[in-house]
């Protein structure tokens, strides 16, 4: 059964740090709903209402462009091993680019990834629980790299010009902001 919580508990704190690969969801006012699923060691949580995410180079920038236009968002953890849980993670985002003040402060947080775009600051409103019995197991056997591989050889002017021509509108037109110091 479902159980919903205002905040981060201890027992959900640990299954969520437990997760290799988490979903996030977002979605404009008016297009289409955006799912996407995450890894690279990308998540952490400040407290038991407030999670970071650290977003790198894609092939596109929906996120970005959602939370402009509508700052909703959803991320999923499912348990792949051990017991089956759900975990749906309810919240309103905030964009920190590498030239916003605060985000040296984060950044710390987190890995040091090449292509690092954006880090989502979440400021968690709820959080649901279901029993994830229907989800299959799978095997953890480490992270790809090829994504990292791709931006350390492009470098950084190679990025920034990634971003001009793949990165500044989402695939309904609206901007992402990328390029705004």
């Known amino acids: 059964m ?3 919580y205002t905040k981060i508990t201890s027992r ?8 290799k690969m988490f979903f996030v969801a977002t979605a404009p006012k008016e297009g289409r709903i955006n799912l996407s699923p995450k890894g690279m060691d990308s998540f952490r949580i400040l407290n038991e209402n407030r999670i970071i995410w ?3 180079t894609g092939s596109g920038n929906e996120t970005a462009a959602h939370i402009i236009n509508n700052n909703r ?16 993670i309810y919240g309103k985002a905030t ?26 600051d979440i400021e968690v409103e709820g959080l649901q ?6 989800i299959p197991f799978y095997e953890y056997k480490g992270e790809r790299e090829e ?7 492009k470098g950084q002017d190679g990025i920034e010009t990634y971003w001009k021509e793949k990165n500044t509108t989402s695939i309904d037109g609206f901007p992402t902001k990328i390029l705004d110091k």
């Not at 953890?77 to 975990?87: D, T, V, Y």
């Not at 964009?95 to 690092?116: F, H, Q, S, T, Y």
């Not at 629980?129 to 229907?134: A, K, L, N, V, Y």
């Open 73 to 88: 968002i959803t991320m999923m953890m499912c348990s792949f091993e051990g017991a089956p849980n759900i975990l749906r």
């Open 54 to 56: 650290l977003n790198v």
């Open 12 to 19: 959900l704190e640990k299954f969520m740090k437990a997760q």
């Open 2 to 4: 479902a159980k919903f």
């Open 95 to 120: 964009e920190i680019k590498p030239n916003d003040k605060n985000w040296n402060e984060l950044a710390d947080l987190l890995p040091k990834l090449p292509g690092a775009r954006q880090i989502f």
């Open 129 to 134: 629980t279901s029993c994830g019995m229907s």
């Open 147 to 153: 994504l990292n591989e791709w931006a350390e050889n």
